[in-house]
């Protein structure tokens, strides 16, 4: 999966499960603001990266992530 | 000082009706709400009769936060107690700062908690179940998504009494503020319809298998009644301290002045009159009224041949022959868990629009049935004052008496 292909996938699947415009999501913004998540939200967006990209994140992995192009970065590494 | 408690709002959402209007409509004319649930059949019911409602689409409504530890009993509790804020004259702003407490009955969740189950069973794997399910899968679940909503500061439990769950919140919620120790009290009761919250009830045989004349299968009294029909949604019913009620121009619809209860103490399954007799007695007793002053009662008869004869007779040894009696579960099915408040809701319609809702299907009656005075057919006639009774498995039974309000 390219880059363009993780940024398509993110969007749709995103956009779906918290309700938000793919408009916002863009590769500068803050992902848990965008998505405003809370605690809870947390579990359900490693239930949705699991089903589309097939690796759950781990708590860890979030810490290194704050905007959607520290996201996609995640995502070419986990599926390298 | 005991407070006067009053009733100043409620909502349906019942397989004859998604609001009152409609429910209105249904009571009057008789319709019935029970349908064959083919789906059943798959699945080795005895009997695929049921009430039924659709889930209602809470997306314009709700956010997702809000959306997502929802399953039936709260979806259906969201929209009867949207109606009955609304008739009330209560929002969330007036919830936030004022203490209003929320009692709702319920006693099952299952058809949330096996979804829940296939999702670990499929994925072997408790972290990709997701964040909303706990909270469909507790029996609290109507109050841990209301009071969230609605931003509610007082009293806040869920009340499980299987078929009398919702009278007896409505009986709680009373006590309460009778006391003073609350203003007002968001009270109902709310029942799931899917296809595995009934199955171990219908395995006992209790459901009637009229199933090619749906309309006609639920006949409480009837001498033909040859078991219930499962049904369900939600009701809700406002109630609080006539001052509040007073203070804040809200309607009264009723005033609640007696609420009566007690347990078997005797088989988990059968009823008993012994048990009945004393609920009905208790209320009559609190209430501190004549009999004969009761103009209706909507009886607790879910169309089961033993049931129906011991309330037959309950009804017969407290109030005689004259009283009007009608069971609303002729046209609803049994609503099991909401059954308690929606028929205190049904019999509101009723005293507000003078006319009391026939009892449809009863056609002959049995030894019992024909020493009361049950209504077949829609009649007019001023409502001042009626009763609800309600019983459960495990022997639990409630009873209410509400009057029209005055000065």
Redesign the interface.
């Given at each position: 999966m390219n880059r363009d292909q993780i940024i398509e996938t993110t969007k749709r699947f995103l956009s779906e499960e918290f309700e938000v415009s793919t408009d916002v999501i863009l590769t500068e913004n803050n992902l848990q603001q965008t998505l405003d998540l809370d605690s809870l939200d947390y579990v359900d967006l490693v239930v949705v990266i699991e089903e589309n990209f097939g690796f759950k994140p781990t708590a860890d992995d979030f810490k290194t992530v704050v905007t959607f192009e520290d996201f996609y970065k995640l995502v070419e590494q986990k599926l390298a | 000082m005991e407070k006067r408690v009053v009733i100043t709002g409620i909502g349906l959402y019942s397989c004859i009706g998604e609001n009152k209007v409609e429910v209105l409509d249904s009571l009057r004319v008789g319709r019935s709400g029970i349908i064959y649930d083919t789906p059943r059949k798959e699945f080795g019911y005895r009997s695929c009769l049921t009430g039924m409602v659709k889930e209602p689409d809470l997306k314009p409504f709700l956010?997702?936060?809000e959306r997502?530890g929802m399953h039936q009993p709260a979806m259906y509790a969201y929209m009867s107690t949207r109606e009955a804020l609304e008739q009330a004259k209560l929002d969330v702003d007036f919830l936030d700062k004022n203490e209003t407490g929320i009692i709702f009955g319920n006693d099952s969740t299952a058809g949330a908690v096996i979804e829940t189950i296939d999702k670990v069973r499929e994925r072997k794997d408790t972290?990709?179940?997701?964040?909303?399910d706990i909270f469909q899968n507790m029996n609290c679940t109507v109050n841990m998504n209301l009071s969230t909503i609605y931003k509610l500061k007082g009293i806040n439990l869920t009340l499980s009494a299987a078929c009398a769950s919702g009278s007896h919140a409505i009986g709680m919620g009373y006590l309460l503020i009778k006391q003073g120790l609350q203003e007002r009290v968001i009270c109902g009761g709310a029942q799931e319809i899917n296809k595995y919250a009934m199955g171990s009830f219908d395995g006992l045989g209790a459901f009637s298998i009229r199933q090619d004349e749906p309309a006609k299968a639920s006949r409480p009294f009837d001498k033909d009644r040859d078991g219930l029909v499962p049904s369900g949604g939600a009701a809700t019913v406002i109630i609080e301290s006539l001052e509040s009620a007073l203070r804040r121009g809200a309607p009264i619809l009723g005033e609640i002045v007696g609420y009566g209860f007690s347990s078997n103490g005797d088989h988990i399954s059968n009823p008993n009159f012994d048990g009945q007799y004393r609920s009905l007695n208790m209320a009559i007793k609190q209430a501190n009224i004549d009999p004969k002053v009761v103009d209706y009662v909507n009886a607790h008869a879910t169309s089961t041949t033993i049931g129906d004869s011991m309330e037959a007779q309950a009804i017969y040894g407290v109030f005689g022959s004259d009283v009007a009696v009608s069971s609303t579960k002729s046209m609803t099915g049994h609503e099991c868990w909401m059954a308690g408040a929606s028929e205190i809701a049904y019999s509101l319609l009723m005293m507000e629009n003078d006319f009391i809702a026939p009892n449809i299907n009863f056609e002959n009656p049995d030894e019992d049935s024909k020493k009361i005075n049950i209504v077949s057919e829609m009649k007019e006639q001023k409502i001042d004052c009626f009763l609800s009774n309600s019983f459960g498995f495990g022997g639990t039974n409630s009873s209410l008496i509400i009057k029209k309000y005055n000065k």
């Open positions: - | 956010s997702r936060r997502i972290t990709l179940i997701g964040s909303g």
